[in-house]
């Protein structure tokens, strides 16, 4: 790690000179939120499109109506201008005398808005349909079963659209608009799943609910942990002053009331250019059992890859293999701090630096803890337990790998999630508090009972190594919360001093707790 | 001048040659009329097992069961309407037959599904030739409502210089690609996968057919 150090630091400052560079070029192109079309208008505009409107308004006039009050129809772009495909095309089908097709891919728009057509290209929300791919059997296939792929899975990592051979799209892919959707042509992804189509209204995709129908829930309760804090405190009562409708939507400059998701995750900010790639800012990947800080790899045909910072980083000009499998050779890399740097310049155009720290610290903290207290332990037993044969392969088939699976990825998501955008309640009581509750009362008892004879084996020494389980022994420690106190011994001849003795164990956490419970009450 | 010498002219035979044509010819007439008829029954025209397969499907849509009783049969749309160009499809139809006995196994399922785009494009290209004119028997545009609103209106004010089949093709028999973005890989694919067979089989069965 050290000697890779002073060589990850040579690379970090060629991604900053890109984004440096973007930055410029987009405040040369007038600061725009999103980029500016660079292709001429002659490009679209195609007249036979013209031809679908006048059919369309009776037939489908509900989406007729929102693409007349768009910009793209102020720009004079029109059905056919993103629809048109070529016989050739898997999914392409006569309509009317022309070769359309259903699915509009970021391939088709990334004709006119290429910037973020490829900066969405490679980011986690372009691969969402592949980081799952392998996963998905285990749970809505056997568990449940294949229709909750459509409706479940797929609704928000995408489909894998499939062209039936009678030129139709499948039922079982489509309809679709999941972010990570695998695209008829190829492409990954789905700009309608946060542009909303056909009115692709700048304000709705600037509103939190543009993240809604994924980042919410048991797992990723983006929108809730954003509700329950003070950035969504003041949205929701200073929403009108937001300039949703801006033609510039730059915070700090175009807007203050309060962030959005887009604003820390995409949007410009001060000096910062916006970016579709969702991920770019993200310093660590708090979905996983054991949470690492991410390096992002760029490789020269546009792909991305995120890697541990566990692992060296990969060398410039390196070859490595990119998460569809293929091989790539590696660009540029950003480190987890520049990326962190990025999303803590955008505090910045709010907050004082040390404010930006502190709290970047609080959220490191909190994330630090799970994983060496519950994350990696629990990581640790489980391994064991399939390694020593006492968990069958098969996952979900044992009570435990629930509960294991639920310590993670549910309450242990929420209290990292939680704590990474300042919702108290989601940090503790909805997070930490039910790891805690999990790992203790549900998780151990169970892997023990899994282990059996070898429990002793397996799973203490883990316990013991990670040095946060201690305070399961110290078992007369009483402490008020639960309303006893176990009888303090009558020690009448040393009295003024065996008195302050328990007090200090006993207060301290009661203090604690008192602390906790008014900021509850402040929510 | 000639003088037409009536009684002359029409002699015994002559007269009952024109009795027995005359008689012959209604008979024929009548035969070709039930002939045409007949032949364009759904029972007449799935003798042969290959056409049950485009039953199917035709016998999930509303030309086969419609809420109002009317019922198309094969002829009613497959055959144009008038003594003469009845005859004369029938005629043509003939070709049908010859396939049926001398070409492909059409009897069998496989092949049957390997060959049913071809026939698509060629009753979509009948269709249109005729401007769609056995629809019109049944369908008339001014009378069209829906039961959408502007159901009436797309088909009043968007349908100049088309007919029926040039929207609504893919209607009553199973779902067939334009023969502009047909695919002929994907169509043996997905005939593979549904009859469970090795990929390549329906290229096989093509190329064997000669």
Known sequence: MMSSLPFSRSLILIPLHLILGGCCVLFAAGAANAAKVELSPEHWGNPAGERCVSCHEKSSAGLTRQWHESAHREAGVNCLDCHQAKAADVDAMEHEGEIIATIVSPKDCGRCHTKEYEEQAGSVHAEAYAKIKTRIPALAHRMTGGAMQAAGCDQCHGSRVKVLGDGTLDPATWPNSGIGRINPDGSKGSCSSCHGRHAFSKAQAREPSACVRCHSGPDSPDKEVFEASKHGMFYAAQRDQMNLDGETWIAGRDYTAAPTCTTCH?????????????????????????????????????????????EAPPRRGSELEKPDGSIGKVRAVIAPDRRRGVMSLVCLECHGKAFTESFMRQFDDVVDL??????????????????????????????????????????????????????ANHAWWEGMYLVGRNFYSRFLPQAREVAGDQAAEIIDPILAASGQHAWLNETAQGNPILGWMPPQPEAPELEPESEPEPEPAAATPADEDEGEDEEGDDQ | MIKLNASRFITRHVLFALVAGGLGGVAFMFFLIEFDHYTSTNAFCT?????????????????????????????????????????????????????????????????????LPEAA??????????????????????????????????????????????????????????????????????????????????????AGEG
């Open chain 2, 121 to 206: 494009f060629a009753s979509r290209a009948w269709f249109s030739r005729r401007e769609s004119a056995t629809c019109q028997r049944c369908h008339t545009l001014e009378a069209i409502q829906g039961q959408r609103a502007n159901t009436a209106a797309i088909h009043r004010e968007e349908t100049e210089g088309k007919s029926c089949i040039d929207c609504h093709y893919n209607l009553v028999h199973r779902h067939v690609p334009t023969e502009q973005t047909f695919k002929r890989e994907a169509w043996n694919a997905m005939v593979e996968d549904e009859f469970g067979l090795e990929p390549g089989t329906a290229e096989r069965i093509l």
């Open chain 1, 370 to 423: 799970y994983n060496s207290k519950f994350g990696e332990p629990a990581q640790a037993i489980m391994m064991a337990l399939y390694e020593r044969g006492l968990l069958t392969p098969l996952p979900f088939d044992e009570p435990l790998e629930f509960t294991y699976w639920e310590l993670w990825h549910d309450e242990g998501a929420r209290a990292r999630h939680g704590a990474s955008m300042m919702s």
């Open chain 2, 47 to 115: 003798t042969c097992h290959s056409m049950t397969y485009a039953e199917v499907s035709y016998q999930d849509t509303p030309h086969y069961n419609s809420p109002s009783g009317v019922r198309a049969s094969c002829g009613d749309c497959h055959v144009s309407e008038g003594l003469i160009m009845a005859t004369y499809d029938h005629i043509v139809g003939i070709q049908d037959l010859f396939k049926q006995l001398f070409g492909p196994d059409y009897d069998d399922p496989v092949v049957n599904l390997l060959h």
């Open chain 1, 266 to 310: 995409m949007g410009a900010a001060g000096n910062i250019p916006a970016t579709h790639d969702v991920g770019l800012r993200n310093a660590w990947n708090l979905n996983q059992p054991v949470s690492h800080k991410q390096y992002l790899v760029l490789f020269e045909d546009g792909g991305k890859l995120e890697r541990p910072d566990t």
